[in-house]
Protein backbone atom coordinates (compact mmCIF):
# COMPACT_ATOMS: atom_id res chain seq x y z
CA UNK A 1 0.00 0.00 0.00
CA UNK A 2 1.27 3.50 -0.29
CA UNK A 3 1.96 5.79 2.33
CA UNK A 4 -1.09 7.37 2.09
CA UNK A 5 -2.85 4.65 3.61
CA UNK A 6 -1.03 4.98 6.98
CA UNK A 7 -3.91 7.80 7.58
CA UNK A 8 -6.93 5.15 7.02
CA UNK A 9 -6.15 1.96 8.13
CA UNK A 10 -8.43 -0.21 9.41
CA UNK A 11 -10.69 3.32 9.95
CA UNK A 12 -8.11 4.02 13.32
CA UNK A 13 -5.67 6.49 13.78
CA UNK A 14 -3.05 7.44 16.34
CA UNK A 15 -3.87 9.80 19.81
CA UNK A 16 -4.39 13.18 18.46
CA UNK A 17 -1.08 15.16 19.01
CA UNK A 18 1.02 12.39 19.17
CA UNK A 19 4.51 12.85 17.41
CA UNK A 20 4.03 9.98 16.05
CA UNK A 21 0.82 11.36 13.98
CA UNK A 22 2.89 14.68 13.30
CA UNK A 23 6.04 12.79 11.43
CA UNK A 24 3.32 10.55 9.34
CA UNK A 25 1.32 14.07 8.55
CA UNK A 26 4.84 16.17 7.74
CA UNK A 27 6.45 12.82 5.72
CA UNK A 28 3.24 13.04 3.94
CA UNK A 29 3.43 17.00 3.46
CA UNK A 30 6.88 16.81 2.16
CA UNK A 31 6.36 13.97 -0.18
CA UNK A 32 3.79 15.72 -2.59
CA UNK A 33 1.43 12.63 -2.33
CA UNK A 34 -2.50 12.66 -2.78
CA UNK A 35 -4.39 11.27 0.26
CA UNK A 36 -7.31 8.74 -1.32
CA UNK A 37 -9.87 8.10 0.79
CA UNK A 38 -13.42 6.16 -0.38
CA UNK A 39 -16.10 4.33 0.40
CA UNK A 40 -16.63 0.83 1.27
CA UNK A 41 -20.07 0.57 -1.53
CA UNK A 42 -21.82 3.78 -2.69
CA UNK A 43 -23.99 3.85 0.02
CA UNK A 44 -21.70 3.41 2.89
CA UNK A 45 -19.50 6.01 4.39
CA UNK A 46 -15.74 6.58 4.03
CA UNK A 47 -13.05 4.76 5.22
CA UNK A 48 -12.05 7.57 7.56
CA UNK A 49 -13.24 8.90 10.97
CA UNK A 50 -13.92 12.28 11.63
CA UNK A 51 -11.54 12.05 14.18
CA UNK A 52 -9.04 11.15 11.78
CA UNK A 53 -10.13 14.17 9.70
CA UNK A 54 -10.52 16.88 12.17
CA UNK A 55 -6.52 15.84 12.73
CA UNK A 56 -5.43 16.80 8.97
CA UNK A 57 -7.58 19.31 8.86
CA UNK A 58 -7.11 21.08 11.86
CA UNK A 59 -3.01 20.05 11.19
CA UNK A 60 -2.37 21.63 7.34
CA UNK A 61 -5.08 24.41 8.39
CA UNK A 62 -7.54 23.51 5.66
CA UNK A 63 -10.75 25.19 4.51
CA UNK A 64 -13.85 23.93 6.28
CA UNK A 65 -15.13 23.41 3.08
CA UNK A 66 -13.51 19.60 3.79
CA UNK A 67 -16.31 18.59 6.10
CA UNK A 68 -18.77 19.80 3.88
CA UNK A 69 -17.03 17.58 0.72
CA UNK A 70 -17.32 14.77 3.30
CA UNK A 71 -20.69 14.88 3.99
CA UNK A 72 -21.49 14.23 -0.05
CA UNK A 73 -19.89 10.52 1.21
CA UNK A 74 -22.37 9.84 3.95
CA UNK A 75 -23.61 6.43 4.15
CA UNK A 76 -27.21 6.72 3.57
CA UNK A 77 -30.05 3.96 2.62
CA UNK A 78 -31.34 5.09 -0.51
CA UNK A 79 -29.31 6.36 -4.04
CA UNK A 80 -30.41 10.55 -2.96
CA UNK A 81 -28.55 12.98 -4.42
CA UNK A 82 -27.23 11.75 -7.67
CA UNK A 83 -27.53 15.55 -9.52
CA UNK A 84 -26.40 17.56 -6.45
CA UNK A 85 -22.49 18.54 -7.08
CA UNK A 86 -21.03 21.46 -4.75
CA UNK A 87 -19.67 24.21 -6.09
CA UNK A 88 -16.00 25.38 -6.29
CA UNK A 89 -14.48 26.76 -3.26
CA UNK A 90 -11.55 29.22 -4.48
CA UNK A 91 -10.26 29.78 -0.71
CA UNK A 92 -8.69 26.56 -1.31
CA UNK A 93 -9.03 24.63 -4.02
CA UNK A 94 -12.55 22.33 -2.73
CA UNK A 95 -15.19 20.46 -5.58
CA UNK A 96 -17.00 17.54 -6.53
CA UNK A 97 -17.78 16.38 -9.50
CA UNK A 98 -20.27 13.32 -11.04
CA UNK A 99 -18.91 10.58 -13.00
CA UNK A 100 -20.24 7.18 -14.52
CA UNK A 101 -18.68 3.75 -13.87
CA UNK A 102 -19.73 0.47 -14.52
CA UNK A 103 -20.17 -2.25 -11.74
CA UNK A 104 -19.00 -4.95 -14.28
CA UNK A 105 -21.63 -7.78 -13.38
CA UNK A 106 -24.93 -9.20 -14.07
CA UNK A 107 -27.15 -6.10 -13.14
CA UNK A 108 -30.37 -4.98 -14.56
CA UNK A 109 -28.51 -1.14 -15.01
CA UNK A 110 -24.58 -1.49 -14.86
CA UNK A 111 -23.63 1.39 -15.11
CA UNK A 112 -24.08 4.06 -12.46
CA UNK A 113 -23.46 7.32 -11.28
CA UNK A 114 -20.10 8.00 -8.77
CA UNK A 115 -18.61 10.75 -7.12
CA UNK A 116 -15.30 12.03 -6.38
CA UNK A 117 -14.25 14.99 -3.93
CA UNK A 118 -11.03 16.90 -4.00
CA UNK A 119 -9.25 19.12 -1.76
CA UNK A 120 -5.86 20.67 -2.66
CA UNK A 121 -4.36 23.47 -0.44
CA UNK A 122 -1.32 25.19 -2.54
CA UNK A 123 1.51 27.13 -0.32
CA UNK A 124 2.72 29.65 -3.27
CA UNK A 125 5.61 30.14 -0.90
CA UNK A 126 6.93 26.78 -1.09
CA UNK A 127 5.10 25.44 -3.87
CA UNK A 128 3.73 22.69 -1.74
CA UNK A 129 0.34 20.97 -2.17
CA UNK A 130 -1.84 19.25 0.49
CA UNK A 131 -4.03 16.65 -1.37
CA UNK A 132 -7.50 14.87 -0.07
CA UNK A 133 -9.11 12.89 -2.72
CA UNK A 134 -12.51 11.18 -1.91
CA UNK A 135 -14.14 8.64 -3.81
CA UNK A 136 -17.25 6.37 -3.87
CA UNK A 137 -15.73 2.87 -3.91
CA UNK A 138 -12.35 1.47 -3.43
CA UNK A 139 -12.12 0.63 -6.99
CA UNK A 140 -10.39 4.04 -8.09
CA UNK A 141 -8.75 3.40 -11.48
CA UNK A 142 -7.47 7.49 -11.21
CA UNK A 143 -5.19 6.27 -8.09
CA UNK A 144 -3.00 4.09 -9.79
CA UNK A 145 -2.77 6.09 -12.85
CA UNK A 146 -1.88 9.16 -10.16
CA UNK A 147 0.55 7.01 -8.38
CA UNK A 148 2.29 5.59 -10.90
CA UNK A 149 3.13 9.00 -12.57
CA UNK A 150 4.33 10.43 -9.25
CA UNK A 151 6.82 7.00 -9.06
CA UNK A 152 8.51 8.72 -12.09
CA UNK A 153 10.67 11.61 -12.11
CA UNK A 154 9.00 13.34 -14.87
CA UNK A 155 5.30 13.21 -13.02
CA UNK A 156 7.02 14.41 -9.53
CA UNK A 157 8.54 17.46 -11.72
CA UNK A 158 5.41 17.98 -13.50
CA UNK A 159 3.20 17.79 -9.89
CA UNK A 160 5.78 20.62 -8.54
CA UNK A 161 5.85 22.81 -11.90
CA UNK A 162 2.51 22.58 -12.41
CA UNK A 163 -0.03 22.07 -8.82
CA UNK A 164 -3.59 22.09 -11.16
CA UNK A 165 -1.71 19.23 -13.11
CA UNK A 166 -3.13 16.21 -11.14
CA UNK A 167 -6.99 17.49 -11.97
CA UNK A 168 -6.14 17.48 -15.85
CA UNK A 169 -5.78 13.61 -14.60
CA UNK A 170 -8.73 13.36 -12.45
CA UNK A 171 -10.88 14.80 -15.08
CA UNK A 172 -9.38 13.41 -18.06
CA UNK A 173 -9.69 10.16 -16.78
CA UNK A 174 -13.45 10.59 -15.68
CA UNK A 175 -14.71 12.40 -19.10
CA UNK A 176 -13.93 9.37 -21.10
CA UNK A 177 -16.57 6.78 -18.66
CA UNK A 178 -19.39 9.25 -19.91
CA UNK A 179 -19.52 7.69 -23.78
CA UNK A 180 -20.31 4.02 -22.46
CA UNK A 181 -22.72 5.26 -19.90
CA UNK A 182 -24.39 7.12 -22.78
CA UNK A 183 -23.96 4.50 -25.36
CA UNK A 184 -25.18 1.20 -22.85
CA UNK A 185 -28.71 3.06 -22.19
CA UNK A 186 -28.92 4.81 -25.42
CA UNK A 187 -28.71 1.01 -26.91
CA UNK A 188 -31.38 -0.08 -24.49
CA UNK A 189 -33.42 2.48 -25.70
CA UNK A 190 -33.12 1.78 -29.39
CA UNK A 191 -33.89 -2.17 -27.98
CA UNK A 192 -37.51 -0.80 -26.91
CA UNK A 193 -37.78 1.47 -30.08
CA UNK A 194 -37.57 -1.06 -32.60
CA UNK A 195 -39.48 -3.42 -30.31
CA UNK A 196 -42.56 -0.81 -30.54
CA UNK A 197 -42.46 0.17 -34.04
CA UNK A 198 -42.52 -3.50 -35.13
CA UNK A 199 -45.39 -4.34 -33.54
CA UNK A 200 -48.61 -4.79 -35.86
CA UNK A 201 -51.50 -4.02 -33.82
CA UNK A 202 -52.85 -7.62 -34.75
CA UNK A 203 -49.55 -9.08 -33.96
CA UNK A 204 -49.66 -11.65 -30.40
CA UNK A 205 -46.19 -9.75 -29.71
CA UNK A 206 -46.04 -8.73 -26.11
CA UNK A 207 -46.38 -5.42 -25.41
CA UNK A 208 -47.78 -4.18 -21.91
CA UNK A 209 -46.85 -1.58 -19.44
CA UNK A 210 -43.97 -3.07 -18.57
CA UNK A 211 -41.90 -1.59 -21.39
CA UNK A 212 -43.31 1.79 -20.31
CA UNK A 213 -41.85 1.33 -17.03
CA UNK A 214 -38.38 -0.08 -18.55
CA UNK A 215 -38.53 3.38 -20.43
CA UNK A 216 -39.03 5.23 -17.46
CA UNK A 217 -36.56 3.66 -15.56
CA UNK A 218 -34.11 4.14 -18.66
CA UNK A 219 -35.30 8.28 -18.72
CA UNK A 220 -33.93 8.34 -15.27
CA UNK A 221 -30.26 7.22 -16.02
CA UNK A 222 -30.28 10.29 -17.65
CA UNK A 223 -32.60 13.26 -15.67
CA UNK A 224 -29.55 14.08 -13.62
CA UNK A 225 -27.00 14.14 -16.25
CA UNK A 226 -27.85 17.88 -17.59
CA UNK A 227 -27.55 19.39 -13.89
CA UNK A 228 -24.16 16.90 -13.77
CA UNK A 229 -22.83 18.66 -16.58
CA UNK A 230 -23.24 21.71 -15.95
CA UNK A 231 -21.40 21.37 -12.81
CA UNK A 232 -18.66 20.11 -15.02
CA UNK A 233 -18.18 23.08 -16.93
CA UNK A 234 -18.70 25.51 -13.85
CA UNK A 235 -16.22 23.51 -12.74
CA UNK A 236 -13.57 23.82 -15.75
CA UNK A 237 -14.18 27.66 -15.74
CA UNK A 238 -13.21 28.04 -12.49
CA UNK A 239 -10.14 26.00 -12.85
CA UNK A 240 -9.69 27.81 -16.02
CA UNK A 241 -9.90 30.81 -13.78
CA UNK A 242 -7.93 29.82 -10.83
CA UNK A 243 -4.88 29.22 -13.11
CA UNK A 244 -4.77 32.52 -14.38
CA UNK A 245 -5.18 34.24 -11.05
CA UNK A 246 -2.29 31.75 -9.18
CA UNK A 247 0.05 31.78 -11.72
CA UNK A 248 1.36 34.21 -14.10
CA UNK A 249 3.17 31.77 -16.87
CA UNK A 250 -0.29 29.58 -18.06
CA UNK A 251 1.11 26.21 -18.61
CA UNK A 252 -0.63 25.85 -22.22
CA UNK A 253 -0.66 21.82 -22.00
CA UNK A 254 -3.08 22.12 -18.55
CA UNK A 255 -5.08 24.68 -20.41
CA UNK A 256 -5.62 22.92 -23.73
CA UNK A 257 -6.75 20.10 -21.62
CA UNK A 258 -9.64 22.44 -19.80
CA UNK A 259 -10.35 23.39 -22.66
CA UNK A 260 -10.72 19.88 -24.35
CA UNK A 261 -12.33 17.87 -21.39
CA UNK A 262 -14.91 21.26 -21.58
CA UNK A 263 -15.74 20.94 -24.88
CA UNK A 264 -16.18 17.54 -24.42
CA UNK A 265 -18.42 17.71 -22.03
CA UNK A 266 -20.76 20.00 -23.98
CA UNK A 267 -20.71 17.41 -26.22
CA UNK A 268 -21.89 15.03 -23.50
CA UNK A 269 -24.72 18.05 -22.60
CA UNK A 270 -26.15 17.93 -25.97
CA UNK A 271 -26.54 14.09 -26.05
CA UNK A 272 -28.45 14.24 -22.53
CA UNK A 273 -30.56 16.25 -24.16
CA UNK A 274 -31.69 14.13 -27.20
CA UNK A 275 -31.08 11.24 -24.76
CA UNK A 276 -34.24 12.55 -22.39
CA UNK A 277 -35.95 13.61 -25.83
CA UNK A 278 -35.73 10.29 -27.30
CA UNK A 279 -36.62 8.20 -23.99
CA UNK A 280 -39.92 10.89 -23.81
CA UNK A 281 -40.41 10.14 -27.48
CA UNK A 282 -39.92 6.06 -27.41
CA UNK A 283 -42.69 6.27 -23.82
CA UNK A 284 -45.11 8.22 -25.82
CA UNK A 285 -45.40 6.04 -28.72
CA UNK A 286 -45.49 2.81 -26.23
CA UNK A 287 -48.52 4.96 -25.01
CA UNK A 288 -49.63 5.48 -28.17
CA UNK A 289 -49.30 2.02 -29.46
CA UNK A 290 -51.00 0.50 -26.05
CA UNK A 291 -54.24 2.97 -26.83
CA UNK A 292 -54.51 2.16 -30.77
CA UNK A 293 -53.90 -1.79 -29.73
CA UNK A 294 -56.66 -1.17 -27.19
CA UNK A 295 -58.58 0.60 -30.24
CA UNK A 296 -58.24 -2.10 -32.25
CA UNK A 297 -59.10 -4.98 -29.88
CA UNK A 298 -62.51 -3.39 -28.76
CA UNK A 299 -63.15 -2.79 -32.64
CA UNK A 300 -62.37 -6.32 -33.25
CA UNK A 301 -64.99 -7.08 -30.36
CA UNK A 302 -67.45 -4.77 -31.27
CA UNK A 303 -67.15 -6.76 -34.80
CA UNK A 304 -67.86 -9.89 -33.26
CA UNK A 305 -70.90 -8.71 -31.24
CA UNK A 306 -72.48 -7.58 -34.06
CA UNK A 307 -71.81 -11.21 -36.59
CA UNK A 308 -72.95 -12.92 -33.46
CA UNK A 309 -76.15 -10.29 -33.12
CA UNK A 310 -76.55 -11.28 -36.77
CA UNK A 311 -76.37 -15.08 -36.30
CA UNK A 312 -78.84 -14.63 -33.42
CA UNK A 313 -81.49 -13.35 -35.26
CA UNK A 314 -81.53 -15.82 -38.09
CA UNK A 315 -81.17 -18.37 -34.57
CA UNK A 316 -84.56 -16.95 -33.53
CA UNK A 317 -86.05 -16.83 -36.54
CA UNK A 318 -85.42 -20.11 -37.18
CA UNK A 319 -86.78 -21.19 -33.66
CA UNK A 320 -89.44 -19.29 -34.02
CA UNK A 321 -90.42 -21.16 -37.48
CA UNK A 322 -89.76 -24.28 -35.50
CA UNK A 323 -91.78 -23.95 -32.81
CA UNK A 324 -94.99 -22.61 -34.85
CA UNK A 325 -94.86 -25.69 -37.04
CA UNK A 326 -94.14 -27.67 -33.44
CA UNK A 327 -97.41 -26.20 -32.44
CA UNK A 328 -99.29 -27.10 -35.40
CA UNK A 329 -98.12 -30.70 -35.21
CA UNK A 330 -97.92 -31.05 -31.17
CA UNK A 331 -101.51 -32.10 -30.72
CA UNK A 332 -102.10 -34.11 -33.54
CA UNK A 333 -98.84 -36.28 -32.41
CA UNK A 334 -99.93 -36.05 -28.63
CA UNK A 335 -103.74 -37.27 -29.99
CA UNK A 336 -101.31 -39.78 -32.27
CA UNK A 337 -99.60 -41.25 -29.87
CA UNK A 338 -102.47 -41.16 -27.24
CA UNK A 339 -104.77 -43.22 -29.00
CA UNK A 340 -101.92 -45.33 -30.57
CA UNK A 341 -100.80 -47.03 -26.65
CA UNK A 342 -102.74 -50.41 -25.64
CA UNK A 343 -104.94 -48.63 -23.06
CA UNK A 344 -107.64 -48.06 -25.93
CA UNK A 345 -109.61 -50.89 -28.04
CA UNK A 346 -112.10 -50.98 -30.89
CA UNK A 347 -114.84 -53.23 -29.87
CA UNK A 348 -116.16 -55.06 -33.14
CA UNK A 349 -119.82 -56.34 -31.75
CA UNK A 350 -120.57 -53.23 -30.10
CA UNK A 351 -118.51 -50.78 -32.21
CA UNK A 352 -117.20 -48.94 -29.29
CA UNK A 353 -113.97 -47.78 -27.63
CA UNK A 354 -113.03 -49.88 -24.88
CA UNK A 355 -110.41 -47.89 -22.13
CA UNK A 356 -107.94 -50.43 -20.30
CA UNK A 357 -108.73 -50.38 -16.76
CA UNK A 358 -104.72 -49.67 -16.11
CA UNK A 359 -104.58 -46.54 -17.61
CA UNK A 360 -104.00 -44.87 -14.06
CA UNK A 361 -100.05 -46.37 -14.45
CA UNK A 362 -100.04 -43.68 -17.34
CA UNK A 363 -101.06 -40.45 -15.75
CA UNK A 364 -99.21 -41.93 -12.23
CA UNK A 365 -95.56 -41.89 -14.32
CA UNK A 366 -96.82 -38.95 -16.57
CA UNK A 367 -98.12 -36.27 -13.61
CA UNK A 368 -94.68 -36.46 -11.38
CA UNK A 369 -92.86 -36.63 -14.18
CA UNK A 370 -93.66 -33.15 -15.41
CA UNK A 371 -93.86 -31.84 -12.03
CA UNK A 372 -90.00 -33.07 -11.72
CA UNK A 373 -89.47 -31.36 -14.66
CA UNK A 374 -91.35 -27.88 -13.95
CA UNK A 375 -89.51 -27.49 -10.22
CA UNK A 376 -85.80 -28.19 -11.66
CA UNK A 377 -86.40 -25.50 -14.78
CA UNK A 378 -88.16 -22.88 -11.76
CA UNK A 379 -85.12 -23.62 -9.49
CA UNK A 380 -82.60 -22.93 -12.63
CA UNK A 381 -84.63 -20.04 -13.40
CA UNK A 382 -84.72 -18.14 -10.01
CA UNK A 383 -80.49 -19.12 -9.34
CA UNK A 384 -80.14 -16.95 -12.19
CA UNK A 385 -82.12 -13.91 -11.27
CA UNK A 386 -80.58 -14.08 -7.58
CA UNK A 387 -77.43 -13.89 -9.33
CA UNK A 388 -78.06 -10.91 -10.80
CA UNK A 389 -79.79 -8.91 -8.25
CA UNK A 390 -76.63 -6.76 -6.49
CA UNK A 391 -75.44 -7.63 -3.30
CA UNK A 392 -76.58 -5.44 -0.46
CA UNK A 393 -74.66 -5.56 2.56
CA UNK A 394 -76.74 -5.14 5.87
CA UNK A 395 -76.67 -2.81 8.27
CA UNK A 396 -74.20 -4.27 10.84
CA UNK A 397 -71.59 -5.59 8.28
CA UNK A 398 -71.10 -1.67 6.55
CA UNK A 399 -70.61 -0.81 10.38
CA UNK A 400 -67.71 -3.61 10.99
CA UNK A 401 -66.33 -2.64 7.21
CA UNK A 402 -66.13 1.25 8.24
CA UNK A 403 -64.70 0.63 11.26
CA UNK A 404 -61.99 -1.64 9.85
CA UNK A 405 -61.20 1.06 7.48
CA UNK A 406 -61.05 3.62 10.34
CA UNK A 407 -58.42 1.43 12.00
CA UNK A 408 -56.16 0.92 8.72
CA UNK A 409 -56.38 4.55 7.52
CA UNK A 410 -52.88 6.52 8.04
CA UNK A 411 -53.23 8.77 11.15
Sequence with gaps: MSRDSQLSLNGAFLAPGSNAELDILDLH????????FHQISALRPLNITYAMLKVIVDYFEMSHYVYNMARCFEGRSESIGAAYCPPLRVQDLCYLYKYAANKHGKYAYPWVIRQTGVYQSYDKRTKRSVWLVMNSNSDFSAKSQILECLLQSHGRTQMANHPLWLHTILL??????????????????????????????DSPQFLDHGMTLRTSALEKRFLPLPSIFQSWKRLLDGLRSMQCSWFDDQEEQVATTFRNVREEISAHSQNSAYMLDLARSVRQQISD?????????SQETSNGVATLTKHTASDSRAVRNITIVTLFYLPFSFVATFMGMNFFAMDAGSKEVQVSRRLWIYFLIAVP??????????????RTLLGRIRYVPRVDEERVIGHNLAVLAPQ
Excluded at 29 to 36: G, R, T
Excluded at 369 to 382: C, E, K, S, V, Y
Design 369 to 382: LTGITIMFTMRDML
Design 29 to 36: YDSNVPSF
Design 289 to 297: TLSLKKQHV
Design 172 to 201: TRHILSWSGYCNYYESSLEEIYNDVATTEL
